[in-house]
């Protein structure tokens, strides 16, 4: 009796010698091609799904949202907070608005989109205060009278490294056809110029909060002439941003250095400065404040990425006798490490000094507001709390990013601006630093515009940009919190800003942190009394 060969060859495949076939024959085939393209794309689809599924909150992945170096990044105009619990609650407040804008506008509606960066190092706690300045602007854009419901799309760009993913989130902004202007962009850095062009270049109209680095305006900071010599090769701001469609509500670096040497024109004994050239905020205001001041000034530098060497820096400085001004071109992260190693150089009776003068230009700010990193904190408190700071043996003189503060009552809009701010729940305590400022006044400069659009008619990029243009002409300057605000033909906010001296920090009350008051220095050379 002659029986059928075996059913399969090498287990997998149906033998063509057997007679009998059955359909079943087939499935052991089908199963091994389908595991090898599976195998053959999941080196693709595998980081894919898990870079979706990584940053679904609980939710379905969205393509508006993904994975990158171990944070979330991209959009959202909801309550997402992207992982990060510390904006859960100004996202909520921004999710609520956003349902409701269309109840509370009768026109046309209109997305603005916000970038920044919620988790970079040069930025701290204060990109809550940063998002908060945009919600407070989003809540009295749709008040009374408004013509436009306006939504916010917020973008997380998440941290400027190696791995930077704002283009890629600017890109994706882009592509929805809705957003019709960006407020905010991002901090001083190469990447936001790639932003700013490539947002230009879709027609969008910008306006930066917080970018104050030279070159980052649409002629390449032609008249201030840095030279750009101290900065990293490569890098395309040099040659201007945004071409036609990028403004900016932060003073560049140029007037708030021509600002401290009209108020303060003691030649520094020393520069602060960090060592290369990749950021822009300190290389491209070093030149500048060399020839503001009247030639070479000696530049003692630290690595922004060795804390130790901060308090080498403040020994250097002590060494030298009688009253020493020090300009520090750097970042406010260290800030609070160089005043406070000052204090103890004083303490241990190493600094002969009679006195030490620091100025700075605004990223100084940070030290006014409370640190989310709990060792940066206790360097901030002690020293604005300590004793050297208090009889002004150390004294901190700068330039606010913003307008105005709560030092300064003479700007109209500032009281508005505070009302709208704790009127949509946030701390005033917040507003400190200048960053909240400045958002608000990002945004007001776009609702500005929407303002000036008829109600009947749909909201293009177009319309806005040109609306937009007309800021240049002082009769038609955006009332911002910061006092009214005009741009010249590149893109710069075109008064000047104001210049104060930091006040000591007191103590606490209750359960609140103490607030850093200023005092503003309106003759030169005459410091401010606290």
Not at 213 to 231: I, W, Y
Not at 247 to 270: G, K, N, S, T
Not at 332 to 338: H, K, P, Q
Request: proline share 8%.
């Amino acid at each position: 009796m002659r029986t059928d060969p075996p059913r399969h060859l090498y287990l997998i495949l149906p033998n063509p010698r057997r007679r009998r076939r059955r359909a079943g024959d087939w499935t052991r085939l089908v199963l091994a091609v389908a595991l090898v393209v599976v195998a053959g794309t999941g080196a693709w689809w595998g980081p894919f799904l898990w870079r979706r599924w990584g940053c679904a909150d609980g939710a379905l992945p969205s393509a508006a949202v993904w994975g990158s170096a171990g944070e979330c990044v991209g959009l959202t105009e909801g309550p997402y907070a992207f992982g990060l619990p510390e904006f859960a609650a100004v996202l909520g407040v921004i999710d609520a608005q956003n349902r409701a804008a269309a109840d509370r506008c009768g026109g046309t509606p209109a997305t603005v989109g916000v970038l920044m960066t919620m988790t970079d190092q040069f930025a701290g706690a204060r990109a809550v205060h940063e998002l908060e300045g945009m919600a407070a602007a989003q809540a009295r854009a749709n008040g009374t009278a408004c013509l436009h419901p306006t939504r916010l799309l917020v973008g997380n760009v998440g941290r400027y490294d190696g791995t930077s993913t704002a283009v890629d989130v600017a890109r994706a902004m882009a592509a929805r056809p809705e957003v019709v202007a960006v407020a905010g962009v991002g901090l001083s850095h190469q990447s936001s110029a790639e932003v700013a062009d490539l947002l230009a270049a879709d027609r969008i109209p910008m306006v930066s909060d917080l970018i104050t680095a030279e070159g980052f305006d649409q002629e390449g900071s032609r008249a201030d002439d840095p030279g750009f010599q101290t900065c990293d090769r490569g890098t395309t701001y040099r040659d201007g941003v945004g071409e036609d469609y990028f403004r900016r509500v932060a003073f560049r670096a140029a007037a708030q250095i021509a600002e401290l040497h009209r108020l303060v024109p003691a030649r520094p004994d020393f520069l602060m400065v960090p060592t290369g050239g990749s950021d822009p905020y300190t290389c491209t205001a070093l030149p500048l404040m060399q020839r503001g001041f009247g030639g070479e000034v000696p530049a003692v530098k630290f690595d922004a990425q060795d804390p130790s060497t901060v308090p080498q820096t403040a020994r250097r400085v002590c060494a030298k006798s009688g009253a020493v001004t020090v300009a520090y071109i750097a970042r406010g992260r260290d800030l609070g490490r160089f005043l406070y190693s000052l204090d103890e150089a004083f303490g241990a009776g190493q600094c002969p000094a009679e006195s030490i003068t620091v100025l700075s230009t605004s990223d100084g700010n940070r030290v006014r507001a409370v640190e989310s990193d709990p060792v940066l904190e206790d360097l901030r408190v002690k020293a604005l709390g300590s004793g050297t700071f208090a009889d002004g043996r150390v004294r901190l003189v700068l330039t606010l990013v913003a307008g105005a503060d709560a030092s300064t009552p003479d700007a109209p809009g500032y009281a508005e601006f505070e009302k709208t701010f704790t009127g949509a729940g946030f701390d005033l305590a917040h507003t400190d630093d200048g960053w909240a400022v400045n958002a608000y006044d990002a945004l007001t400069t776009v609702s500005h515009a929407l303002r000036a659009l008829p109600a009947g008619r749909p909201v293009a990029r177009g319309g806005v940009a040109t609306e937009m243009g007309f800021a240049n002409s002082p009769d038609r300057a955006v009332p911002g919190a910061g006092g009214p605000i005009t741009f010249d033909n590149a893109g710069n906010r075109t008064d000047a800003p104001p210049v104060v001296r930091l006040c000591p920090l007191p103590p606490p009350t209750g359960d609140h942190p103490a607030r850093v008051t200023s005092v503003p220095v309106h003759t030169p050379g005459t410091p401010a009394t606290c």
